[in-house]
């Protein structure tokens, strides 16, 4: 922590200078005359800004527009090769190796990324050495005169840490780095508290010192880590899914209802929370959120309402116990196949592509059982997310699949993937003979359970 405090004390007076234009320049050894890309977050998602041609050296330089706003900037040359930089209206330089980035970063020149990167340092010290005085504070007999020094230093280092933030604070008011470094903090802990009392004290806590009216923070990836970890608290290993489910609903309520009075803010959660449960198929979750919050930007008219909106009225409609909603797509032979029109006692709906390996890969298992049916009572009609025939058509070909296969090659864009919001494959709907949602396995493992409590196996 003294480095920070000397790097503030020397650099303090020149941040916030005033000038026109800013350059962003770095030097990656062990990359000649490669590409680099300079990309802007929104939250967890990247946009091309710029580009730029190293030299010889693996030295590159880009002029950073006038316009740009303060935000966190990533530099990036390949897969999982990247360097993320703290932009708020002035010159950045760094220095680092391309292939161990992280672990060799210098900073030359930036005043935001030298108290950020000497800061996060520091805190990653700092959280290992709570990381190992916890068990001690938690278990050791308290009697013992190593029990409260561990005590002392448990609590030290937190005050410490805070303090630290706070002389930041008075120093660079204007500091983006300093909102970051903000946002990441977490409420201070008495070592008295148990460990469940404190796991239960930093649901209750975890947002007491957060700006839920500071949208700058949005043009970075800090909220969406902070709500993942906010989710951590509530997960645990032992839990079933559907108890996760249940934690997690607390969750989300407990944050977007802080979020609630910054529509921006608001919207930026409950899209990233939607997603990233849909991504796992936490469908209680999804329905929870779909039912009880909206797109604050939403419009009533059914035209120019918000994908975010959309998204969560399908999800309304796509829930268990619900009527499957109705759509025709056309089979091999280019002929309508219109799902109300099915006739079987269930119908199994699968979405998959020909580029998911897991799709592929369960199609033999999946075929077993539907020709192992004697006497037949559901029928597949498995839909294509594909865009090419050929795709499609080599493993309908391929695998023999003899049940209704359909695509309207239309990618994630199709009629059928809108309604069902299809964002990833496989995903499945068993339908009862009135076409209403019973089950939505998302395995091969989850259809056999589906298909037994159905009396199909």
């Not at 530099?75 to 002035?90: A, C, H, M, P, T």
């Not at 210098?106 to 068990?135: C, G, H, W």
């Not at 499945?428 to 056999?448: C, G, T």
Request: with cysteine.
């Amino acid at each position: 922590m003294r480095k920070i405090m000397l790097t503030c004390l020397l650099i303090g007076p020149f941040l916030g200078m005033a000038q026109s234009t800013f350059t962003l320049q770095g030097q990656l050894d062990s990359l000649p005359n490669q590409t680099v890309y300079l990309l802007t977050f929104y939250g967890e998602k990247n946009s091309l800004l710029d580009s730029a041609l190293t030299d010889g050296n693996g030295t590159f330089s880009i002029e950073l527009p006038v316009t740009l706003a303060p935000g966190l900037l990533r530099v990036s040359w390949g897969q999982e090769k990247f360097v993320d930089l703290v932009y708020n209206r002035e010159n950045i330089r760094f220095h680092t190796d391309a292939n161990q980035p992280a672990d060799n970063l210098e900073i030359t020149e930036s005043v935001e990324n030298r108290i950020y990167f000497d800061f996060m340092m520091a805190d990653r010290i700092n959280q290992t050495k709570l990381e190992l005085l916890q068990p001690v504070v938690d278990y050791f007999p308290e009697q013992d005169s190593f029990y409260f020094n561990a005590v002392a230093n448990y609590e030290r280092i937190q005050r410490k840490q805070a303090i630290l933030l706070d002389s930041l604070k008075r120093m660079f008011p204007d500091s983006y780095t300093v909102k970051i470094l903000s946002l990441y903090s977490s409420p201070f802990l008495p070592a008295s508290l148990s460990p469940n009392i404190r796991l239960e004290y930093l649901k209750q806590h975890y947002f007491d010192l957060v700006d839920f009216n500071d949208t700058d923070l949005l043009r970075s990836n800090v909220w969406a880590n902070k709500a993942i970890s906010y989710l951590a608290l509530y997960s645990n290993n032992r839990f079933t899914q559907k108890q996760l489910e249940t934690e997690f609903i607390k969750a989300v309520t407990v944050m977007l209802s802080a979020a609630g009075d910054n529509p921006e803010l608001f919207k930026f959660l409950l899209d990233y929370l939607v997603s990233g449960f849909d991504k796992y198929h936490f469908e209680d979750v999804i329905t929870y959120m779909a039912e009880n919050f909206q797109d604050p930007f939403a419009c009533e008219d059914q035209e120019k309402k918000s994908a975010l909106q959309k998204k969560l009225e399908t999800f309304k409609k796509i829930a268990i116990g619900q009527s499957a909603p109705d759509f025709e797509v056309p089979d091999t032979s280019d002929q309508p196949v219109k799902l109300s029109e099915i006739d079987s006692e269930y119908t199994l709906l699968m979405f998959w592509s020909s580029e998911c390996g897991h799709c592929t890969q369960m199609m033999p298992k999946a075929k077993a059982l539907y020709e192992a049916q004697n006497p037949k009572r559901y029928e597949i009609l498995a839909v294509s997310i594909d865009t090419r025939r050929e795709d499609w058509m080599q493993i309908v070909n391929d695998q023999k699949l003899t049940w209704i296969n359909a695509s309207e090659l239309k990618g994630f864009d199709g009629k059928s993937a809108d309604l069902y919001n299809i964002y990833a494959t496989p995903t499945m709907f068993l339908l009862d003979r009135n076409k209403q949602i019973v089950a939505k396995p998302i395995s091969y493992r989850e259809l056999e359970v589906a298909l037994r409590e159905q009396g199909l196996l």
